[in-house]
RNA sequence: GCCCUUGUAGCUCAACGGAUAGAGUACUUGUCUUCGGAACAAGUGAUGGAGGUUCGAUUCCUCCCAAGGGCACCA
């Protein structure tokens, strides 16, 4: 960002130019805008951070520079730069906060990625929500970016299924059947272990390309995309490719190929392996019995994506469960040379969603949860709450931000009272300051044509303060967000906007305001605020209704 | 048993090695004769335990305790 980049070279200039300048936003407002500690890290204290300030001379963007604590270097920013900031936000529109630091960098994300023949539980929310979120900030940062869903539907199980098919013969198969079918094979398997040989046979028959395995495994894929790309629907989630691990079956001969003539993978127990340094478990790229395994698809995956798309960062949005599994794929394909070698393979480890008991989110019965009943239930009681218009995007609006405002990393306790309130830090809160904004701008005839917003001889008040000091930060945020697979940083950023704003909603009057450039300053702060909070929404891939 | 992750207000969560650890919710008390009360304001209340590194530690390191997850023929 521009501003800070300014901030940056004016302290960096002070100190001779050697180091990297970092910059923060301090927490109290009396420590100014920014505020830098290199003098502390340099082991000047106080006497070179004066040196520092003394050198740094106020300008355009600048107000003033003191000293404080123990050497902190505290820099304010000109009220006028911020004032004309509002105005580019409203020149730039739905474009404010974008950045090029991606031009000619391509990423791929790999996201939520259900299995076949298995339920669209709750489980796959995270990876979904979360993985488009990814998408829209790397794509606003310039970057090329393909989203790919990485679909389940090959494995073993398919063998299983298709031999409960085929011997209990069926009606219409819905995906409820095909996973009662697969719970059915594991119970009979406990009793007669032979069914599980039964389960690889079928399975090798599919990858052989059996006329009959293939037709039954078409019909499983077709039943469960249809009532995934239902979901899909509801939450307006999209992807750019959808190969899944099938499109991977006629690669994978070449990486077991490449892997065993360059010794990477060893024969261990008449299956063939590839160690890991530092870790106990190899990972498994043929079984015993001659099957692949995920392993030797993603492996493929990731030879396919390096040769088509030559990527900078691949992002798997994939639980932590899978933890040590993408730690040693990460290391089979760097030595395999999938991928360049300064590109940055990515696992996110989302946390899980855990009941109120602190345990796996799980049905009485012990089932996964289903994620439509959730969304269902979601735009129910949002309609219930009075919004018949916009039931939907409130309801999923929720849903989504709920997911979205905590760390990615941390475990989320899945409860309803907390999912659906709409007071305080929630979807609902932000769509409705965005829906307030909307609704002062179409009382005021308000244009920025017309308008001046001179901040001469206008006192401000601290509210009206405090947003023109927030609202620049945000292309900061979007950044540090993409940056660090933290979509809930953009979350606290917005939350905050709006409870600046309806603070100074609340204490000042907009359109009974004194004098006109009082009036027009409001207005500005208003429709400056209401741009970004749609646009950081949109980013959320939350909708931002003008009404609620 | 080994490995990874996480322990922050009653509850659910934030915090880029920085300055007085922030919110929401719950509870208590208020604001507004209103541009949308799904709002605003005030109060109560917290870093699992013990050491260490640092000018400075919720953050980094070690140990202990607790919880969750993982540990090749499922993905």
Same mark, same amino acid.
């Given at each position: ?161 298709? *031999? ?28 007669? !272990? ?53 499109? *991977? ?61 030559? !990527?900078?960062?691949?992002? *798997? ?10 730690? $040693? ?12 070698? $300064? ?57 989504? *931000? ?84 933290? !979509? ?61």
């Amino acid at each position: 960002m521009w501003i800070r980049d300014a901030v940056k070279k004016a302290i960096s200039e002070a100190v001779g130019g050697q180091i990297e300048v970092e910059l923060e936003h301090p927490e109290a407002e009396e420590h100014g805008d920014y505020s830098s500690n290199i003098a502390l890290k340099l082991k000047g204290g106080r006497g070179l951070a004066q040196k520092i300030a003394d050198f740094i001379k106020p300008n355009g963007v600048i107000a003033k520079v003191e000293v404080a604590g123990t050497g902190f270097i505290n820099i304010w920013l000109q009220k006028e730069y911020l004032v004309k900031e509002l105005e580019r936000v409203i020149t730039q529109a739905q474009d404010y906060g974008k950045d090029v630091i991606g031009q000619g960098k391509t990423v791929i994300i790999d996201y939520s990625a259900p299995n076949i023949a298995r339920q669209f539980g709750v489980g796959h929310l995270r990876s979904t929500i979360i993985g488009q979120a990814l998408y829209n900030l790397y794509k606003f940062l310039g970057y090329k970016v393909i989203g790919d869903n990485h679909l389940g539907d090959w494995g073993t199980q398919f063998g299983k299924l298709i *031999y409960m098919i085929i011997t209990e013969k069926q009606g219409e198969l819905t995906v409820e059947k095909l996973e009662e079918l697969y719970v059915k094979f594991h119970k009979m398997a406990e009793a007669d !272990p032979g069914l599980e040989k039964e389960g690889r046979k079928w399975f090798k028959k599919l990858e052989d390309g059996d006329t009959e395995a293939r037709r039954i495994w078409q019909e499983c894929v077709d039943v469960s995309m249809a009532e995934f790309n239902r979901i899909y629907e509801i939450l307006k989630v999209k992807f750019d490719e959808a190969y899944g691990e099938s499109f *991977y079956v006629d690669k994978m001969a070449a990486v077991i190929d490449e892997a065993k003539t360059m010794g990477i993978a060893i024969k261990s127990e008449e299956a063939w392996v590839i160690e890991i340094e530092g870790v106990d478990i190899p990972l498994m790229l043929v079984k015993s019995d001659g099957g692949t395994t995920y392993a030797t698809r993603d492996l493929a995956t990731l030879k396919f994506r390096g040769d088509k798309w030559n !990527p900078e960062i691949v992002i *798997y949005e994939v639980g932590a469960e899978q933890a040590l599994y993408f730690q $040693q794929l990460f290391v089979a394909a760097q030595r395999l040379g999938y991928v360049r070698t $300064q590109a940055r393979l990515v696992h996110t480890k989302h946390g899980l969603y855990l009941g109120m008991d602190g345990k796996r989110f799980r049905t009485r019965e012990g089932q996964t949860v289903k994620l439509e009943g959730i969304l269902i239930e979601a735009i129910d009681r949002a309609r219930k709450l009075g919004n018949t218009d916009q039931a939907q995007t409130v309801g999923v609006g929720a849903v989504k *931000y709920f997911d979205l405002m905590h760390n990615i990393q941390s475990d989320i306790v899945f409860d309803w009272e907390k999912i659906m309130n709409l007071e305080g830090n929630s979807g609902p809160y932000l769509q409705y300051t965005f829906a307030r904004t909307q609704s002062v701008l179409a009382k005021s005839q308000f244009s920025i044509l017309n308008s001046q917003f001179g901040v001469n001889g206008l006192k401000l008040h601290p509210e009206e303060e405090k947003i023109i000091r927030w609202i620049y930060r945000f292309g900061e945020v979007v950044e540090e967000a993409a940056g660090r697979y933290a !979509p809930n940083l953009l979350c606290n950023y917005l939350f905050e906007l709006a409870q600046g704003y309806n603070s100074f909603y609340n204490k000042c009057s907009i359109l009974g305001a004194q004098g006109p450039g009082e009036r027009d300053f409001r207005l500005l702060l208003t429709a400056a605020t209401g741009q970004v909070l749609k646009n950081g929404l949109s980013l959320l891939g939350i909708e931002a209704p003008d009404r609620m």
